[in-house]
């Protein structure tokens, strides 16, 4: 088979080369540690061409990744010398306000669905980088800034059109397909090529948020008082604490994130009030529009490198947030980019939905606790590398949850089912049945993949082998 032939017939004018002019910037992912030069980069821009690429890449038996924003920090998105299905094209948002529905395309952006949503003051649980795709961070749980009142984003989805590993079409929700429903939330990058999403949404106008700055010589009080403030949060309020480097100057600070999306006068003083509890270094706390919410947190550029390495832990004691404050000062990184602890609260609706309504393996879990490296010169790499993994080792004995977020995962593990088996705790065994079932060939596994065969999950598995 000449694939680039069929590919061109199916996707005339989009299928691109490494001799292309535009093959290094189509190519580019966020996590520049990645530098993926695939044989073939295809575009489709709906789902019928979607499913016949699919098709053509099975048949050819060409190893074959899907990449929808191309944010996930694996380089999951792309793969050296095979296909890449990119769905950038399959960027469309349809927003019904009347049903407060919304169909949303699995190239789509954060920034794409949340101007479409804005435009009828809807929203729902999106990423806090908003150019992040809706269908990575979706399939992989969705840790958002509303996710205390809306649960997280795969939590509002109502279904799923998408291609199989055979080539299908199908349109799965919870009536028609209940365990690969199931499975698509949380572990969703394994099944198939979603399309089409359907959201549904919620009333969000404006909000109360933006982010508070304290100084580096209260980052100890600082986490502190997040974690007190979250413990105690009603559902309308999601707080994330990073500790990083502030500003121009670089200027160590622990910084909040504040997303109030209540009417509760009130609590708002309230909230104010604990808020300035410690001396604020900067204020940029305000009624703001929930698209603006989305980012006040900036924008990081393609291309930078990154390793983050994430654990989920049940509390956040004492001795804990003083061994993040270590590690943050461990960090040697400070231009322009630098060594970053998020910690992000599961709480709210998340914590209240039912353990089997999904395959998020987390629910029960406080906090998600990020050691996020960030830099621009690979002479750092390894440096870097066990940074961040240091962060997770001391987070660790606080939890129970291997690998936790998925989403956050940047390093193969091949083989390591034992990891595997304790991130998703009772649902491994039927992830696997629903992988074997949909895809027993593995064709879907540039991903945090369930091996069929083995019974392994090993993320980043993108030799092409099974």
Same mark, same amino acid.
Not at 14 to 39: E, I, Q, S
Not at 201 to 227: E, N
Not at 320 to 330: K, Q, S
Not at 444 to 464: K, V
């Given at each position: 088979?000449?694939?680039?032939?069929?590919?061109?017939?199916?996707?005339?004018?989009?299928?691109?080369?490494?001799?292309?002019?535009?093959?290094?910037?189509?190519?580019?992912?966020?996590?520049?540690?990645?530098?993926?030069?695939?044989?073939?980069?295809?575009?489709?821009?709906?789902?019928?061409?979607?499913?016949?690429?699919?098709?053509?890449?099975?048949?050819?038996?060409?190893?074959?990744?899907?990449?929808?924003?191309?944010?996930?920090?694996?380089?999951?998105?792309?793969?050296?010398?095979?296909?890449?299905?990119?769905?950038?094209?399959?960027?469309?948002?349809?927003?019904?306000?009347?049903?407060?529905?919304?169909?949303?395309?699995?190239?789509?952006?954060?920034?794409?669905?949340?101007?479409?949503?804005?435009?009828?003051?809807?929203?729902?649980?999106?990423?806090?980088?908003?150019?992040? =795709?809706?269908?990575? #961070?979706?399939?992989?749980?969705?840790?958002?800034?509303?996710?205390?009142?809306?649960?997280?984003?795969?939590?509002?989805?109502?279904?799923?059109?998408?291609?199989?590993?055979?080539?299908?079409?199908?349109?799965?929700?919870?009536?028609?397909?209940?365990?690969?429903?199931?499975?698509?939330?949380?572990?969703?990058?394994?099944?198939?090529?979603?399309?089409?999403?359907?959201?549904?949404?919620?009333?969000?106008? @404006?909000?109360?948020?933006?982010?508070?700055?304290?100084? =580096?010589?209260?980052?100890?009080?600082?986490?502190?008082?997040?974690?007190?403030?979250?413990?105690?949060?009603?559902?309308?309020?999601?707080? @994330? #604490?990073?500790?990083?480097?502030?500003?121009?100057?670089?200027?160590?600070?622990?910084?909040?994130?504040?997303?109030?999306?209540?009417?509760?006068?009130?609590?708002?003083?309230?909230?104010?009030? @604990?808020?300035?509890?410690?001396?604020?270094?900067?204020?940029?706390?305000?009624?703001?529009?929930?698209?603006?919410?989305?980012?006040?947190?900036?924008?990081?550029?393609?291309?930078?490198?990154?390793?983050?390495?994430?654990?989920?832990?049940?509390?956040?004691?004492?001795?804990?947030?003083?061994?993040?404050?270590?590690?943050?000062?461990?960090?040697?990184?400070?231009?322009?980019?630098?060594?970053?602890?998020?910690?992000?609260?599961?709480?709210?609706?998340?914590?209240?939905?039912?353990?089997?309504?999904?395959?998020?393996?987390?629910?029960?879990?406080?906090?998600?606790? @990020?050691?996020?490296?960030?830099?621009?010169?690979?002479?750092?790499?390894?440096?870097?590398?066990?940074?961040?993994?240091?962060?997770?080792?001391?987070?660790?004995?606080?939890?129970?949850?291997?690998?936790?977020?998925?989403?956050?995962?940047?390093?193969?593990?091949?083989?390591?089912?034992?990891?595997?088996?304790?991130?998703?705790?009772?649902?491994?065994?039927?992830?696997?049945?629903?992988?074997?079932?949909?895809?027993?060939?593995?064709?879907?596994?540039?991903?945090?993949?369930?091996?069929?065969?083995?019974?392994?999950?090993?993320?980043?598995?993108?030799?092409?082998?099974?």
């Amino acid at each position: 088979m000449n694939v680039r032939r069929a590919l061109d017939a199916i996707c005339p004018d989009r299928v691109v080369t490494p001799a292309h002019p535009a093959y290094d910037a189509v190519r580019l992912l966020f996590n520049g540690m990645y530098d993926r030069r695939p044989r073939l980069i295809c575009l489709p821009r709906d789902d019928r061409e979607a499913r016949d690429v699919v098709r053509v890449a099975r048949e050819s038996g060409l190893p074959t990744a899907v990449r929808g924003g191309g944010h996930n920090v694996a380089g999951a998105g792309s793969l050296d010398d095979g296909l890449v299905i990119d769905l950038r094209l399959l960027n469309h948002v349809v927003v019904d306000p009347r049903a407060g529905l919304a169909r949303v395309g699995g190239g789509a952006t954060w920034s794409d669905f949340d101007l479409a949503a804005g435009t009828h003051g809807l929203a729902c649980t999106g990423g806090t980088f908003d150019t992040t =795709g809706v269908g990575g #961070l979706t399939l992989g749980g969705g840790i958002g800034h509303l996710m205390g009142r809306c649960g997280l984003a795969c939590d509002n989805v109502v279904s799923y059109r998408m291609v199989t590993a055979d080539g299908e079409q199908l349109v799965t929700d919870r009536e028609s397909d209940p365990e690969l429903d199931w499975a698509l939330r949380g572990a969703g990058h394994n099944f198939g090529l979603v399309t089409d999403f359907d959201f549904r949404l919620h009333p969000i106008g @404006t909000v109360y948020g933006g982010y508070v700055a304290y100084p =580096g010589a209260a980052m100890s009080v600082a986490v502190r008082l997040f974690r007190d403030l979250m413990l105690a949060a009603p559902d309308e309020l999601t707080c @994330t #604490l990073l500790l990083e480097r502030y500003g121009p100057t670089q200027t160590p600070a622990a910084v909040m994130s504040v997303c109030y999306s209540g009417k509760d006068a009130g609590y708002r003083a309230t909230l104010d009030k @604990t808020l300035r509890s410690v001396g604020v270094l900067d204020w940029q706390v305000t009624d703001r529009s929930y698209v603006s919410m989305q980012v006040c947190l900036g924008r990081l550029p393609f291309g930078l490198r990154h390793h983050w390495s994430a654990r989920c832990a049940d509390d956040l004691p004492d001795e804990l947030a003083d061994r993040l404050v270590e590690r943050f000062h461990a960090g040697r990184i400070t231009d322009p980019f630098n060594d970053t602890i998020l910690i992000e609260p599961i709480h709210g609706a998340v914590r209240r939905a039912a353990p089997e309504s999904s395959a998020v393996p987390f629910r029960e879990a406080r906090f998600n606790v @990020t050691g996020m490296a960030i830099w621009s010169t690979a002479d750092a790499d390894a440096e870097q590398a066990a940074w961040a993994k240091s962060v997770a080792e001391v987070v660790e004995p606080h939890g129970r949850w291997g690998d936790g977020y998925i989403n956050y995962v940047a390093e193969a593990r091949a083989g390591a089912a034992g990891r595997a088996a304790r991130t998703f705790g009772a649902g491994y065994d039927r992830l696997l049945a629903v992988k074997r079932r949909l895809d027993p060939d593995n064709f879907f596994r540039s991903n945090y993949n369930l091996d069929p065969a083995t019974g392994n999950l090993a993320a980043g598995n993108l030799t092409g082998k099974s």
